[in-house]
T-cell receptor, first 115, second 115 residues
């Protein structure tokens, strides 16, 4: 059974800092890994999607890496801003089987960037 | 392209009452998912549809939850009777099977409070 863990559970940083969010998963048989952002009371916004054959993806100040063999992914946020404050969720997509397409989520990291 | 539409946004009901949620996925997306997100946790898959057929409903509490997808487009999720522990955000998502890598798009969710 796939399990996804995110560390830390919460993070508070001053504006301008570079930061790293961690995600680990127990079964390396994944199709892809996706990072989402969730604002309070809102749905999920996809930030980055990394295919199992890729090592990293970048979008603006965000960079996500994937090491499938070790079951780890990191989300790097450069020059953090108060608008980055949200919950960040990592999810892996199962490869094959009857649960094909299913996303398994971590519990999220609550990020607060203060001015 | 229009996003995934969900309604209502909020619902408060008493325990043992029934409630229904509606989802309209992105046009052309064959796969539709319902997730349950309890406060402080990551979303958990309840049911997955491929067109109008069920692919995975292993985590759906079938004694009280039911879901259908009419004509492979819109979907409804029903709870009858509701329990206090059903208080959560119910998220609908859809995905295509194109070359973009099976990325997900989530709706804004329905926040259910059972009192």
């Amino acid at each position: 059974k796939q399990e996804v863990t995110q560390i830390p559970a919460a993070l508070s940083v001053p504006e301008g800092e570079n930061l790293v969010l961690n995600c680990s998963f127990t079964d390396s048989a994944i199709y892809n890994l996706q990072w989402f952002r969730q604002d309070p009371g809102k749905g999920l916004t996809s930030l980055l999607l990394i295919q199992s054959s890729q090592r990293e993806q970048t979008s603006g100040r965000l960079n996500a890496s994937l090491d499938k063999s070790s079951g780890r992914s990191t989300l790097y946020i450069a020059a953090s801003q108060p608008g980055d404050s949200a919950t960040y969720l990592c999810a892996v997509r199962v490869a094959g089987g009857t649960s094909y397409g299913k996303l398994t989520f971590g519990q999220g990291t609550i990020l607060t960037v203060h001015p | 392209e229009a996003g995934v539409a969900q309604s209502p946004r909020y619902k408060i009901i008493e325990k043992r009452q029934s409630v229904a949620f509606w989802c309209n996925p992105i046009s052309g997306h064959a796969t539709l998912y319902w997730y349950q997100q309890i406060l402080g946790q990551g979303p958990k898959l309840l049911i997955q549809f491929q067109n109008n057929g069920v692919v995975d409903d292993s985590q759906l509490p079938k004694d009280r939850f039911s879901a259908e997808r009419l004509k492979g487009v819109d979907s409804t999720l029903k709870i009858q009777p509701a329990k206090l522990e059903d208080s959560a955000v119910y998220l609908c998502a859809s995905s295509s099977q194109g070359a973009a890598g099976y990325g997900y798009t989530f709706g804004s969710g329905t926040r259910l409070t059972v009192v």
